[in-house]
Nanobody, 122 residues
Framework: QVQLVESGGGLVQAGGSLRLSCAAS????????MNWYRQAPGKQRELVAT???????NYADSVKGRFTISRDNAKNTVYLQMNSLRPEDTAVYYC????????????????WGQGTQVTVSS
């Protein structure tokens, strides 16, 4: 099994910054794309940013130019640097990864973290 644990959420004023981290652990054979999603109260979960194994990235239009996703493959960790935060960025942020465990090397599954709360005050 693969476990994802997020950290770095909190309360920040509008215009401020936060850096989220998500570390993967367990019986990891390989990790492909790593993603950050978020879910605000009463809204559907949405994809915020994606990064491939070679570092190619994609962002939701709402965060382009403000958020930066990066990863450290040696540490099996993905980061989300969030700058110029807005109240509408308030949500629970979830880490997601496509990965295979050592017990099922050729079976790719999507794993989720437990989420970390980000609250931006106006």
């Amino acid at each position: 099994q693969v476990q994802l644990v997020e950290s770095g959420g909190g309360l920040v004023q509008a215009g401020g910054s936060l850096r989220l981290s998500c570390a993967a652990s367990g019986s990891i054979f390989r990790i492909n794309d790593m993603n950050w999603y978020r879910q605000a109260p009463g809204k559907q979960r949405e994809l915020v940013a994606t990064i491939t194994t070679v570092g190619s990235t994609n962002y939701a239009d709402s965060v382009k130019g403000r958020f930066t996703i990066s990863r450290d493959n040696a540490k099996n960790t993905v980061y989300l640097q969030m700058n110029s935060l807005r109240p509408e960025d308030t949500a629970v942020y979830y880490c997601n990864a496509e990965a295979a465990s050592t017990k099922n090397r050729y079976v790719l599954m999507y794993y989720w973290g437990q989420g970390t709360q980000v609250t931006v005050s106006s």
